[in-house]
T-cell receptor
Framework: AQSVTQLDSQVPVFEEAPVELRCNYS??????LFWYVQYPNQGLQLLLK??????LVKGINGFEAEFNKSQTSFHLRKPSVHISDTAEYFC??????????????FGTGTKLQVIP | KAGVTQTPRYLIKTRGQQVTLSCSPI?????VSWYQQTPGQGLQFLFE???????NKGNFPGRFSGRQFSNSRSEMNVSTLELGDSALYLC???????????FGPGTRLTVT
């Protein structure tokens, strides 16, 4: 079974500083990987996804993530955060062999707090 | 294009009651999934519906059920509510061949 580990439950960072949110997954097969963001009292919004191809994936709001198969990681990065990036971020993994069936496993989330 | 809508947004129920939540997917999306989000358990997959058929189910008791209509709208029902059912219930839709889900704002259910 797939699992996703987000190593940090909370990450405080000063405004305009860089940030990295860590995500590791366990799977013996190829995977599809996602990062979602959840603002207070809202649903999840897709930030970026890795399905195949380049291991460096760029998403919305200046975020990017790098797929590292050997380390089974998919860490999310942003070079300079803004106050508006304060939210909870979820890493998720899906099995491409499921044929489009929605077998998605989410991590427990990382709360990013941007400090002015 | 309108996003995923969920109604109601907030709900307060008493233990033992039942509740029905509604989800309208993005136009053209035939797959609808439901998730339960709680501080302790995080996001947990409930079930997925496609073309009015449940094709995937998470590890929840039979008190949790759902259905999908011919227009792809979906409802989920929880019977005999327990305090532990208090959660944010999220609905997500997607195209049948895609892995990209679009989430609604959720329904906040409080059981007292």
């Amino acid at each position: 079974a797939q699992s996703v580990t987000q190593l940090d439950s909370q990450v405080p960072v000063f405004e305009e500083a860089p940030v990295e949110l860590r995500c590791n997954y366990s799977s013996s097969v190829s995977v599809y990987l996602f990062w979602y963001v959840q603002y207070p009292n809202q649903g999840l919004q897709l930030l970026l996804k890795y399905l195949s191809g380049s291991t460096l994936v760029k998403g919305i709001n200046g975020f990017e993530a790098e797929f590292n198969k050997s380390q089974t990681s998919f860490h999310l990065r942003k070079p300079s955060v803004h106050i508006s990036d304060t939210a909870e971020y979820f890493c998720a993994v899906s099995d491409p062999e499921s044929g489009g069936y929605q077998k998605v496993t989410f991590g427990t989330g990382t709360k990013l707090q941007v400090i002015p | 294009k309108a996003g995923v809508t969920q109604t109601p947004r907030y709900l307060i129920k008493t233990r033992g009651q039942q509740v029905t939540l509604s989800c309208s997917p993005i136009s053209g999306h035939r797959s609808v999934s439901w998730y339960q989000q709680t501080p302790g358990q995080g996001l947990q997959f409930l079930f997925e519906y496609f073309s009015e058929t449940q094709r995937n189910k998470g590890n929840f008791p039979g008190r949790f059920s759902g259905r999908q209509f011919s227009n792809s709208r979906s409802e989920m029902n929880v019977s005999t509510l327990e305090l532990g059912d208090s959660a944010l219930y999220l609905c997500a839709s997607k195209r049948s061949s895609s892995y990209e889900q679009y989430f609604g704002p959720g329904t906040r259910l409080t059981v007292t």
